[in-house]
């Protein structure tokens, strides 16, 4: 079975940098064809598609967190890590890691962690 845990503070302060790590098990970060991905859910609006790292390495971000967002891997650990720079408390969301099926499958997420709320405030 494919599980997938996210770990972090759950407390990040205006303009500092949001660190998520997502510890997978059940199946290596390498394997042909997943991607590895961070989506959020912020308080009172709808899912947003943060971005990916893939089987290969290779990352895709969503447009509009680009500059601020960056996805690395750790494949002797097998977690893969958001960093979100420069966050606000529109940042404020549960953060969830999830698996995507190879890209014939339209990425459709079949696997979930369980969330991790994040709250930025001072």
């Known amino acids: 079975q494919v599980q997938l845990q996210e770990s972090g503070p759950g407390l990040v302060k205006p303009s500092q940098t949001l660190s998520l790590t997502c510890t997978v098990s059940g199946e290596s970060i390498t394997a042909t064809y997943y991607s590895w991905t961070w989506i959020r859910h912020p308080p009172g609006k709808g899912l947003e598609w943060m971005g990916h790292?893939?089987?290969?390495?290779?990352?895709y971000y969503n447009p509009s967190l680009q500059s601020r967002t960056s996805i690395s891997r750790d494949t002797s650990n097998n977690h893969f890590t958001l960093h979100l720079n420069s966050v606000s408390p529109e940042d404020t969301a549960v953060y969830y890691c999830?698996?995507?099926?190879?890209?014939?499958?339209?990425?459709?997420?079949?696997?979930w962690g369980k969330g991790t709320l994040v709250t930025v405030s001072s």
């Open positions: 790292i893939a089987w290969s390495g290779n990352t």
């Open positions: 999830a698996r995507a099926q190879p890209p014939a499958w339209g990425y459709d997420m079949d696997h």
